[in-house]
Structure formats: C-alpha cells, structure tokens
C-alpha cells in the first residue's frame, strides 16, 4: 500500500480510501469482515457522510467494529456534512454543521473526526458563518482538519478568505471513463466537446494550492451510470487494453482502473465504494502499480477520450 502526507497536516494517509456509502446493505458481521479486509491490505483512511443511509451507515460501521480507543488509533476517520437529504437542499449554516458533526461523533463514537468535509456547495452559504463553525469545531477538539467535495476554485477561494483553517481535501468525480477533470485540459482550444472546460480548471487549482484530490466513483460511467468494468457494450475497447494490462501486472482490472488514478502525479486518493472484500482486494492491487505514461494514455484514449 503506497502511503503519502495530507499538506499541511500530520495525516499520512493510504492512497486507497473505504468509502462507506453503501454499507448499510450488509449485516454488521459483514461490515467487520470488510473493514478487516480493508485495514489488512494496508487501508487506513475510512470515508463516511451524514447523509449516507440516513446516518446508519456511521452508527453500522462504529457497531460493527466495535469502537473503542484501540481501533479509533488506527484509523483516519473523514465525514462530510452539508447536505438535508430528506428534502434535498444544502445548508452550510453555523448551526447545521456544529449540529451535523455533534451527531456524526455520536453515531462514529468517537470524541473526534480526522477530517471535516463540506459535501455539496450551497450557493446561500455565509462563508462568515462556516468560518465560526469550523473555529468551534477545532477549538473544541472535535475536527482536526477541515475539507470540501465537489466544489471549484472560486467556491474553494471564497471560503479560503474567512476560514482560518487550511482546506486540504476535495473530494470530486474521477474515473478513466469519467475523466473531466482531464478533458478539456488536453483538447484545448479544439472544436470538440472534450474541449469544453467543466470542472474551471479544479485539478491544477488544487495542486497549485497543496489540496488533496479523493476520486469517488473510480469504476463508473458518467453519474451513476454504472461501472465500466466489465461492460463489453459501451467500454469493448477500455475492457480490452484493461485486460491486456492486467495479465501484464498479474492483477484483476480493477486494480488496473485503481492504477490509471493513482499514477497521476497529483497523489489523488481512490474513494473505493465496494460492499465486497474481494474487490478490495483486487483494488488495492493497484496501489503501487506505476503505469508508463504510454499505458495510462492507451487506457485514456480506450475510453473514447482524444489525445490530439
């Protein structure tokens, strides 16, 4: 497992992160045996969100590995907040997040996060606001550090300028299939719809500024279009240069998908969503795997992506 320092924090982190999205489908017992699994191949960074199963999903996970000092010390714990699932609107009011990580350490039991991300952004946000809120939070001790997902440059700036604490994490949608965060940037000034520039240029912002990428959704097409591995229909070609690279490496293609993200020079950590011990296993496979920059293109462009 490659391992590598969060900037600006004392966290050395594993390129390779449990997300805990979906674990509410699982019985405790196999929850256990996933977070094992997870923490045997060298995982030791641990993702969840309030809003992922209602908060089952934080209470499952604490339940089912049975929380307590010993284990909390192994583990970087991250939660996001931000986000009213029930009637689906974003609130970074000071009130909600202290509110929101009051219950995420209840659920967690844990006296504190790693790691504090705002979810979504919320374009009523009062940065004023969220400033006050992450001071309380770190002063009490209850968040070290504090992060976004899914949020550009400006949004990132204009948080920056009131909130005293270094953002250091944003969590975004990567994938060889899902690759915005790169399109544009090699099909510049082309007359193509790869050209066009989504994402304001956030991969460089964040590396310019020393802020963690974590790719979420590492294995899918588009928004939850599902995955690409395996899908012979619309990916024969991805498949196929997958496969090769694969039997090259003697791992599964899912540890070569992992390998595409991990060899970009930015050192983005790979949000892994799987409810299946082995595919965390074949995932971490492509911890260490440093494809040439020949294999990572033949796998970018595979995916219908154009190198001009």
Not at 2 to 15: A, D, E, G, H, R
Not at 217 to 235: A, I, M, T, V, W
């Amino acid at each position: 497992m490659k391992y590598f320092p969060i900037k600006n924090t004392s966290l050395n982190v594993s390129n390779m992160v449990m997300g805990n999205m979906r674990i509410n489908e699982l019985t405790k017992v196999e929850i256990g045996n996933l977070v094992r699994t997870a923490m045997e191949e060298g995982i030791n960074f641990f993702d969840h969100a309030d809003i992922y199963g209602g908060g089952e999903c934080e209470s499952l996970f604490a339940d089912a590995i049975q929380m307590n000092a010993s284990i909390r010390d192994k583990m970087i714990l991250q939660s996001k907040c931000g986000i009213h699932s029930k009637d689906n609107y974003y609130d970074f009011s000071k009130k909600h997040i202290v509110k929101s990580v009051e219950g995420i350490l209840k659920r967690l039991k844990t006296d504190y996060l790693d790691l504090l991300l705002l979810h979504r952004p919320d374009p009523l946000m009062e940065p004023e606001e969220v400033a006050e809120a992450f001071d309380e939070l770190h002063n009490s001790g209850k968040v070290r550090y504090f992060g976004v997902s899914n949020h550009n440059p400006m949004q990132i700036e204009l948080l920056q300028k009131y909130v005293s604490h270094k953002l250091v994490v944003n969590q975004l949608q990567l994938s060889i299939a899902q690759s915005a965060l790169i399109d544009s940037g090699i099909a510049l000034n082309m007359p193509v719809d790869q050209s066009i520039n989504r994402d304001s240029s956030i991969l460089e912002y964040c590396r310019l500024k020393d802020i963690t990428i974590q790719a979420w959704s590492p294995y899918q097409n588009g928004f939850f279009e599902g995955p690409f591995l395996g899908d012979l229909e619309k990916f024969p070609e991805l498949n196929q240069v997958m496969d090769e690279l694969a039997e090259k490496y003697q791992v599964t293609n899912t540890a070569i998908a992992s390998a595409w993200i991990t060899r970009h020079p930015a050192n983005i950590q790979v949000v892994l969503g799987t409810t299946t011990p082995q595919r965390i296993k074949d995932a971490c496979a492509g911890s260490e795997i440093i494809l040439t920059r020949k294999e990572w293109y033949d796998l970018y462009k595979a995916a219908g992506h154009i190198v001009p």
